[in-house]
T-cell receptor, first 113, second 113 residues
Framework: GQQVMQIPQYQHVQEGEDFTTYCNSSTTLSNIQWYKQRPGGHPVFLIQLVKSGEVKKQKRLTFQFGEAKKNSSLHITATQTTDVGTYFCAASINSGNTGKLIFGQGTTLQVKP | DAGVIQSPRHEVTEMGQEVTLRCKPISGHNSLFWYRQTMMRGLELLIYFNNNVPIDDSGMPEDRFSAKMPNASFSTLKIQPSEPRDSAVYFC???????????FGEGSRLTVL
């Protein structure tokens, strides 16, 4: 079936180091969303990317959508302990917002103070 | 504003029993999703509704699972009979069909003994 591959599965960093997670699909994506789930919590929406090559920033977080709309990345600059959690990409395969979002396996980030 | 409300938050039951999970989406949202989360399989989309109509139930594991949305403010996910492998956190999420951003409930943690 349709899959969205996300790497790495786990990442341990020292506070202040940078962090990147990657999301890849063999299928062209309509759009991609990113979510963060704190331990014991529920996924919380971060951002949506729609356009080819799009780059969006939220403070220390930078989100990119590939030119071919088959991959995306989330980069965190100078991680803090509050960044701990699992980051998921979620891809919409069908054109427009028909609703079907396929989640990647997630990257769990641990930050050592 | 109230978010997505799920009940129960925790359920422990014995194999063979019927389980009913409930969800109240955010008022005004016209899409509703049921996801299941496990360590092994991550976040899996079970079924989603647009305007109370089931659109895609291809993720429902088998006939033991059923979901209904009798009106815009209520949905249920039923498992009958339950099995230990159904143990997971079940999330309900809702969104506006036009935007696609998912708002998740806090989840129902199901343990089947």
């Amino acid at each position: 079936g349709q899959q969205v591959m996300q790497i790495p599965q786990y990442q341990h960093v020292q506070e202040g180091e940078d962090f990147t997670t990657y999301c890849n699909s063999s299928t062209t994506l309509s759009n991609i969303q990113w979510y963060k789930q704190r331990p014991g919590g529920h996924p919380v929406f971060l951002i949506q990317l729609v356009k080819s090559g799009e780059v969006k920033k939220q403070k220390r977080l930078t989100f990119q959508f590939g030119e071919a709309k088959k991959n995306s990345s989330l980069h965190i600059t100078a991680t803090q302990t509050t960044d701990v959690g699992t980051y998921f990409c979620a891809a919409s395969i069908n054109s427009g917002n028909t609703g079907k979002l396929i989640f990647g396996q997630g990257t769990t980030l641990q930050v050592k103070p | 504003d109230a978010g997505v409300i799920q009940s129960p938050r925790h359920e422990v039951t014995e194999m063979g029993q019927e389980v009913t999970l409930r969800c109240k989406p955010i008022s005004g949202h016209n899409s509703l999703f049921w996801y299941r989360q496990t360590m092994m399989r991550g976040l899996e989309l079970l079924i989603y509704f647009n305007n109370n109509v089931p659109i895609d139930d291809s993720g429902m594991p088998e006939d033991r699972f059923s979901a209904k949305m009798p009106n815009a403010s209520f949905s249920t996910l039923k498992i009958q009979p339950s099995e230990p492998r159904d143990s997971a956190v079940y999330f309900c999420a809702s969104s506006f069909l036009s935007t696609g951003e998912l708002f998740f409930g806090e989840g129902s943690r199901l343990t089947v003994l």
